[in-house]
């Protein structure tokens, strides 16, 4: 036993003696034993990675698959506007037209379809509360003229719910052409306490582009302006570039977004799909300039003043309403990011511990 010993290296004293004996008790070889016994002095020396990419061959379970997986990031998905939606004209009517028939001897029940966040904040007087999920259970409904109001920016969602609420039973009912902002303006002494620019956040103009409607977009940024046109969420011809130089930059940025405005106005046409118009600027002046350009467009009582009138502004808002892009291109972008990285995360297949079903 003691040459055996001496084979495995040098001699580590009663360890090495210690080991011997546990070796032989245990059926082992001693130089099997005095392996154990070695101080952690002399480590084995390290292994260099085939490939810094590929999984360690020593692996187990799913950890290899999970350390073969990718890590790089994805290119962002950009929203893009989907194709203009021929809207169901037996469904929609003219907001002038549901106001006069509210004063009319059999009066139509008003039904606010928006989402609950939108009734909360601005309740409309006389008007039931329903989801249109909902709508197919209010047998009540069926014989009686029913008027939809809705977003403004949901046409699709609308348009679909009509088609099929008509089928089942619904034949008076209909929704009113540019939700709940036409139906308002379109009541008396409305249309001036309401702006025509509405305030658009980020989020919901995203979702907007997919309701099949026909956007305008007044770029006043410069950022978007020199961003890639894989990144525009409309294609270029939809696409109207405002730029300024020299003094007095912003009166001239406000000038020039209002001409572009009724510029686009006067031209616009009837269509069988929804229209809308959205300007959008660099983050930092957004606020300031939404202001300014809305107290261009402001709408005037007397003719010898500049503006519009009450009367036409409430046609503008029917025709081709017009919303302002809160933040900016910069919101607009750091809202796709944001998208991308939840989706990103909700999409990760999580992986089971080692040893689990």
């Known amino acids: 036993m003691a040459a055996k010993t001496m084979a495995c290296g040098p001699r580590w004293g009663v360890h090495a003696a210690l080991a011997v004996l546990v070796g032989a008790a245990l059926g082992g070889t001693a130089c099997d034993a005095a392996a154990w016994s070695r101080p952690a002095t002399a480590p084995p020396p390290l292994v260099e990675a085939e490939s810094a990419s590929a999984p360690s061959k020593e692996l187990g379970c799913s950890a290899a698959q999970y350390a073969a997986q990718t890590t790089e990031t994805p290119a962002l998905a950009w929203p893009v506007q989907t194709a203009p939606l021929a809207l169901d004209q037996a469904c929609w009517v003219n907001a002038a037209e549901a106001a006069a028939s509210v004063q009319s001897a059999q009066p139509p029940t008003l039904v606010d379809v928006r989402p609950r966040s939108l009734q909360r904040a601005a309740p409309i007087a006389r008007a039931l509360e329903l989801e249109l999920s909902d709508m197919a259970s209010k047998r009540f409904l069926q014989q009686t003229p029913v008027v939809l109001l809705g977003s403004g920016l949901d046409s699709a969602e609308v ?26 303006a379109a009541q008396a002494g409305t249309a001036g306490s309401q702006p025509l620019l509405q305030p658009l956040d980020a989020q919901t103009w995203i979702a907007a582009l997919g309701q ?36 007095e930059r912003d009166a001239k940025l406000v000038a020039a977004i209002a001409r572009a405005y009724q510029d686009r106005l006067k031209h616009v046409r009837h269509a069988g799909y929804a229209q809308a118009l959205v300007v959008i600027t660099d983050g930092v002046v957004s606020d300031a300039l939404r202001a300014q350009v809305e107290s261009t467009l402001a709408p005037s009582t007397d003719a010898s003043k500049a503006g519009r009138s009450t009367s036409e502004t409430s046609a503008a808002m029917v025709t081709l309403p017009a919303y302002w892009l809160d933040g900016g291109w910069q919101a607009y972008a750091q809202q796709v990011a944001q998208t991308a990285a939840i989706q990103q995360t909700a999409n990760h297949r999580l992986q089971a511990p080692c040893g689990r079903i």
């Open 159 to 184: 348009d679909q719910a009509c088609r099929q609420l008509r089928q089942q039973g619904f034949v008076q009912l209909q929704a009113v052409r540019g939700g709940v902002r036409a139906w308002q």
């Open 212 to 247: 099949g409607m026909h956007w305008t977009v007044i770029s006043a940024s410069e950022a978007m302006q020199h961003a890639p046109q894989a990144q525009w969420p409309v294609p270029p011809e939809q696409l109207v570039a405002v730029r300024v130089e020299g003094k």
